[in-house]
């Protein structure tokens, strides 16, 4: 009788201990402190680890980028617990970022059809496709949206569109998440829609108006896109400010494109292109100083920027300078004799110097390359010399 009852006691201990270790591992792994973490899981998993055990297990070593190492473990997961379907999904999500994508669809579509007989579990770990989350904590029931977004996303890897249309559009049966939208719009962009990629960004907005994804990729379809202070200052998006700045410039806001320019040389002194861009949106304004203080600012920052000299040489025409604006021309011509515009440029600025046989003889080179605008100059100036 005694020794049953030490027995029973051993074993109630056993069992209070891997409890006790479970649970320490799961509380380091929510401060992030992985090794520990990793310690007391695998203390259980020395012994006799249940399917909680190796999930927990896995979602550690994901935290840890070992992925195939947390794939093992959710393999064994399913062994223990045929129904985690969180295990299946997590499963799918790994072969989805490891290229994959059949057995990614097979993971993701056992869970769509099978998830609405299934009990919600408890919390488990979860990432987000396109980094705006990065990795959290979640349930299966508010990720089944996210499912049916990663099945999208993978038949639109295996360019099985309409697929991956019908998903995307049933995930808002579940949640109307910005990111939806986003993931929407990059299908609607490959399928030549992009006023509706436009429109899924724009809804994105509304829905999150700091969804940097979001405003990254309308920046890229919507040359009228005018983007928020707020992200003027976010380093992730600095990459975009030339882009958004030559958009602006494009659509005649050349304030604006200067202001997104010169943001982008507060993230980046040595940005060469900004200054150039800055430079030419100022041309537009009228500072032709400061325009050609950037320019000059491009050039010793990047001596191949050649089209700094032509455009130096712009900035002095306007201010009536001809024949120093006719020095930077000629310095450019000798570099690059194949732009018309330059030609065309330094004829303008000989027939404001009352040389109109030099500046005839420059119409003439534009008109040889094409510019027809030149074509009329010398129908105008030329025909008598």
């Known amino acids: 009788m005694k020794?049953?009852?030490?027995?029973?006691?051993?074993?109630?201990?056993?069992?209070?201990?891997?409890?006790?270790?479970?649970?320490?591992?799961?509380?380091?792994?929510?401060?992030?402190?992985?090794?520990?973490?990793?310690?007391?899981?695998?203390?259980?998993?020395?012994?006799k680890p249940d399917a909680d055990d190796y999930f927990l297990s896995a979602?550690?070593?994901?935290?840890?980028?070992?992925?195939?190492?947390?794939?093992?473990?959710?393999?064994?997961v399913i062994q223990k617990d045929?129904?985690?379907?969180?295990?299946?999904?997590?499963?799918?999500?790994?072969?989805?970022?490891?290229?994959?994508?059949?057995?990614?669809?097979?993971?993701?579509?056992?869970?769509?059809?099978?998830?609405?007989?299934?009990e919600t579990r408890a919390i488990y770990y979860g990432n987000d496709p396109f980094g705006s989350k990065g990795t959290f904590l979640t349930t299966l029931q508010s990720m089944i949206s996210r499912v049916h977004q990663y099945r999208g996303m993978a038949y639109q890897k295996m360019g099985n569109w309409n697929a991956a249309l019908s998903d995307f559009s049933q995930a808002f049966a579940y949640d109307s998440l910005a990111d939806c939208f986003v993931n929407r719009s990059q299908l609607y962009v490959k399928m030549g829609r992009e006023a509706d990629a436009i429109k899924d960004l724009k809804e994105a907005i509304r829905l999150d108006s700091s969804n940097y994804h979001a405003w990254y990729n309308l920046a890229i379809l919507d040359e009228e896109a005018q983007l928020p202070m707020s992200l003027l200052t976010n380093q992730e998006f600095t990459p975009m400010?030339?882009?958004?700045?030559?958009?602006?410039?494009?659509?005649?806001?050349?304030?604006?494109?200067?202001?997104?320019?010169?943001?982008?040389?507060?993230?980046?002194?040595?940005?060469?292109?900004?200054?150039?861009?800055?430079?030419?949106?100022?041309?537009?304004?009228?500072?032709?100083?400061?325009a050609r203080q950037d320019f000059i600012k491009a050039l010793q920052l990047n001596s191949t920027r050649m089209e700094a000299f032509y455009l130096i040489g712009n900035s002095l025409f306007h201010e009536k300078k001809y024949k120093e604006a006719i020095g930077f021309y000629e310095q450019y011509l000798s570099l690059d004799a194949g732009y018309e515009n330059?030609?065309?440029?330094?004829?303008?600025?000989?027939?404001?110097?009352?040389?109109?046989?030099?500046?005839?003889?420059?119409?003439?080179?534009?008109s040889r390359l094409g510019m027809k605008q030149a074509d009329d100059m010398i129908g105008e100036h030329c025909d008598s010399q």
Request: aromatic share 14%.
């Open 82 to 118: 045929p129904s985690n379907l969180e295990a299946y999904f997590q499963k799918g999500v790994i072969y989805y970022n490891s290229a994959s994508t059949d057995q990614a669809i097979k993971d993701f579509t056992y869970v769509i059809e099978n998830q609405s007989g299934s």
């Open 241 to 290: 400010l030339n882009l958004v700045g030559a958009n602006a410039y494009e659509s005649g806001e050349f304030d604006l494109a200067a202001m997104y320019h010169t943001k982008a040389i507060e993230a980046n002194p040595e940005d060469d292109l900004a200054y150039i861009n800055r430079g030419k949106a100022l041309l537009r304004t009228g500072a032709y100083g400061q």
């Open 342 to 366: 330059v030609w065309f440029n330094a004829a303008m600025a000989y027939l404001n110097m009352k040389e109109p046989e030099k500046s005839c003889q420059y119409l003439q080179k534009a």
């Open 59 to 76: 979602m550690i070593h994901e935290a840890q980028n070992k992925s195939l190492r947390a794939l093992a473990d959710y393999e064994a």
């Open 3 to 47: 020794a049953l009852i030490s027995f029973l006691l051993i074993c109630g201990a056993f069992e209070v201990f891997s409890q006790d270790y479970h649970d320490q591992a799961r509380a380091k792994f929510n401060e992030n402190d992985l090794d520990s973490a990793r310690f007391f899981i695998d203390k259980n998993l020395t012994r």
